[in-house]
């Protein structure tokens, strides 16, 4: 169990939260460690063990720190990174180069050249020019890299808007038109620097229905067709993104990854035999499914206002700095009051953030203990994109972040402090 409540306190893999938050300050992130390692030991079960030829790598845009990529490595699965300083952190972890996929819509020179150095293994050409820069610093390097084409699956998702990545017009991914795409596919078999591995989609985040990605997984695989058809090659790889759902709320349905992961190997299996091609290695890149029930955020009760007729609002330590989820995609949330937790719920708040913006509300009309400012109170499900796109505005500091482990505590992310913040401001000879 990694949520217990005991003696009126939450506790979080052991550890009691009104204590960590009394020992580290907050806002703070919780992250368990087990809750982690059973989401890594699911997809060992229902992939990885299950089919032959197949890998997980980690979008660890969700939550990506030194720590956080230990624990992957360590539970047997790769990572993908989007970005040079994803990529540097997993250097700096000495992540294996060869379990690294490089995804990312705008990948600069320096960026590939570090990739191509380190010498991961799969880079994700998302763009007609990428491959042209791809093949010139491999030329330069001597090297050769391994690629797949990012398509764009011409799927419309349920999710919301600005969480889904597969519709016809998107920022990401190659379009299917063959006038389009079949040239740069050419390039790419006949380049001597690169290795074409491959077909590459994700759909969108948060999805619960596995209808979508057996839609997409169907046009990577006629693709896959028309390829041998058209330039007599047969792929060796098929990646199927990630966006399995996760529970925010009770009315958020969980499924298995055995839900999504059986139907798609079965359709893969299937279409492959029946069109004559060798089944493809299959690759999947889940993020929030990994992290995100791991992780809990710990506020401090601030102020409290009661607005005569209307509501009552309290405010916490942090807010949309630390989880800007709520006001970027009305995300909702669950919480508690973790020092009150054997309580009953006698009141209704709405938990406010404490950044100078309206939309910094974290959980709107929620059932609560009699609430008092120094309370702790709890988010729950943000283990993904939470510390991932954590902000400075208004100067708040990034919170630190505590890795549990069945009662054991570790900072892994310290405190940003104030001197940190502007650190890189400088005052110009003019205004001194
Ligand atoms: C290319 C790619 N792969 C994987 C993911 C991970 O998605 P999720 O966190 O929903 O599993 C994302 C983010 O949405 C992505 O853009
Ligand atoms: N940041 C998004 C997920 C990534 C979507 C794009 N790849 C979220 O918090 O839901």
Not at 52 to 62: E, G, I, L, P, T
Not at 344 to 361: F, N, Q, R, W
Request: with cysteine; aromatic share 10%.
């Amino acid at each position: 169990m990694i949520k217990e409540i005991k003696n009126n306190h939450l506790y979080w893999d052991g550890c009691d939260t009104v204590e960590l938050a009394e020992n580290y300050g907050t806002p703070l992130y919780v992250i368990s460690q087990t809750a982690i390692e059973n989401e890594c030991r699911a997809l060992q079960k229902d992939f990885i063990k299950k089919y032959d030829n197949v890998h997980v790598a980690y979008a660890s845009k969700a939550f990506n720190n030194l720590a956080m990529l230990k624990i992957i490595e360590k539970e047997g699965l790769g990572i993908d990174v989007v970005s040079g300083g994803e990529l540097y952190t997993a250097i700096q972890a000495q992540f294996p180069a060869e379990h690294i996929e490089f995804n990312g819509n705008n990948k600069s020179d320096e960026e590939l050249a570090i990739a191509i150095d380190y010498g991961v293994g799969r880079i994700i050409v998302d763009g007609s020019q990428e491959l042209d820069r791809i093949g010139e610093i491999c030329r330069k390097k001597e090297k050769k890299a391994n690629i797949l084409f990012r398509i764009t699956p011409e799927v419309d998702v349920a999710t919301h808007q600005f969480i889904s990545t597969g519709q016809k017009d998107s920022k990401f991914g190659l379009p299917l038109d063959e006038e389009f795409l079949f040239p740069i596919l050419q390039q790419a078999i006949t380049m001597p620097e690169v290795d074409f591995y491959g077909i590459h989609f994700h759909i969108g985040s948060q999805l619960f229905d596995n209808t979508t990605h057996l839609k997409a997984a169907k046009v990577a695989l006629e693709l896959a067709v028309r390829i041998k058809e058209k330039f007599d090659y047969e792929i060796k790889e098929l990646n199927y993104g990630g966006g399995f759902g996760v529970r925010y709320t009770q009315d958020d349905q969980r499924q298995s990854y055995a839900y999504f992961l059986d139907p798609l190997m079965a359709l893969t299996e299937d279409f492959c035999e029946k069109n004559g091609l060798k089944r493809p290695a299959i690759a999947i890149e889940p993020g929030r499914s990994i992290v995100a029930e791991a992780g809990i955020t710990l506020h401090t009760i601030g102020s409290i206002k009661t607005l005569p007729h209307i509501r009552k609002y309290a405010a916490i330590d942090g807010g949309m700095t630390d989880n800007v989820r709520p006001g970027l995609y009305q995300a909702i949330y669950t919480g508690m009051v973790a020092n009150k937790a054997d309580q009953p719920l006698e009141e209704t708040v709405t938990i406010s953030g404490k950044a100078c913006e309206s939309t910094d509300i974290l959980m709107k009309d929620l059932q609560v203990p009699l609430i008092a400012s120094g309370d702790i109170f709890t988010t729950f499900t943000t283990g993904a994109y939470g510390y991932a796109m954590a902000n400075n505005y208004n100067k708040l500091a990034i919170p630190a972040v505590v890795l549990v482990n069945k009662g054991q505590a570790d900072i892994i992310v310290k405190r940003q402090t104030y001197a940190q913040i502007i650190q890189n401001e400088r005052i110009p000879d003019s205004l001194k």
